[in-house]
Nanobody
Framework: QVHVVESGGGLVQPGGSLRLSCTAS????????MGWYRQAPGKQRKLVAW???????TYTDSVKGRFSISRNNAKNTVYLQMDNLEPEDTAVYYC????????WGQGTQVTVSS
């Protein structure tokens, strides 16, 4: 079983920055990919950023140039640096980890508001 824990959410003004962290622990042989999804109220959960074990990154168009995903392999941790945040970025952010199974964290709230 893989346990996923996110942290780093909060309230920030438009134009501000936040850094999310996600750490996977438990029965992990190898991690195929780690990344971030978000779900705004009344909307479906959607991909924000993804990082494969080979280092390939994928971003949804609305965050390109503002968000950056990175990973510390030794710590089984993935980060999401979010700059120039906009009110439209407000959502619950979930970490997804792909090993032999797919595991999700509990989510962390990001609110962008003045």
């Amino acid at each position: 079983q893989v346990h996923v824990v996110e942290s780093g959410g909060g309230l920030v003004q438009p134009g501000g920055s936040l850094r999310l962290s996600c750490t996977a622990s438990g029965s992990i042989v190898s991690i195929n990919g780690m990344g971030w999804y978000r779900q705004a109220p009344g909307k479906q959960r959607k991909l924000v950023a993804w990082l494969t074990s080979e280092g390939t990154t994928t971003y949804t168009d609305s965050v390109k140039g503002r968000f950056s995903i990175s990973r510390n392999n030794a710590k089984n941790t993935v980060y999401l640096q979010m700059d120039n945040l906009e009110p439209e970025d407000t959502a619950v952010y979930y970490c997804r980890v792909v090993t032999a199974t797919i595991s999700w964290g509990q989510g962390t709230q990001v609110t962008v508001s003045s």
